[in-house]
């Protein structure tokens, strides 16, 4: 992240005439670290819920959010999937931090990756993924029990 700030202060200082610079090329690199950053960030996420789940199962014998495949034998597959994604907004909200995190990061990775021409979206969504993403920042800022305590 610190070398995504250097190239990012670098592009700045161009853009206001501080310093000549090939712009495209700071630009480029500025989003390739910023997306190397994100995919660690997201690593670290990913990290943090297998860290969860350890800690869970490790307690107890059954995990309280993820029920035994045992319950469901008698339920129609629709009930099954309703009890599947209640179960996970469940843990979602027990564990608020890592979710929200997540959340933000994986809003943020399709900025970089879609400057990069990695995929083609449009304008307006890359917008609304940056906005999402800056009101997700703002809750931690806001609600410290937000703030992600990496394990």
Known sequence: MALYLLADNMLWIGRVG????????????????????LIMNLIRDAYEIFQLIQIHTSRCSTYPYLPNYMEFKDQLPSDMLYNRLRTIL????????VTLDTIRNGCDFWIPFSSLGYVNLSPGLVGFLGVVSSLLGMIPIVDASYKLVPS
């Open 18 to 37: 501080l310093a000549k610079i090939n712009k495209a090329k700071w630009s480029e690199i500025s989003y390739k670290l910023w997306l190397y950053a």
């Open 90 to 97: 469940q843990w979602m909200i027990v564990h608020k931090d």
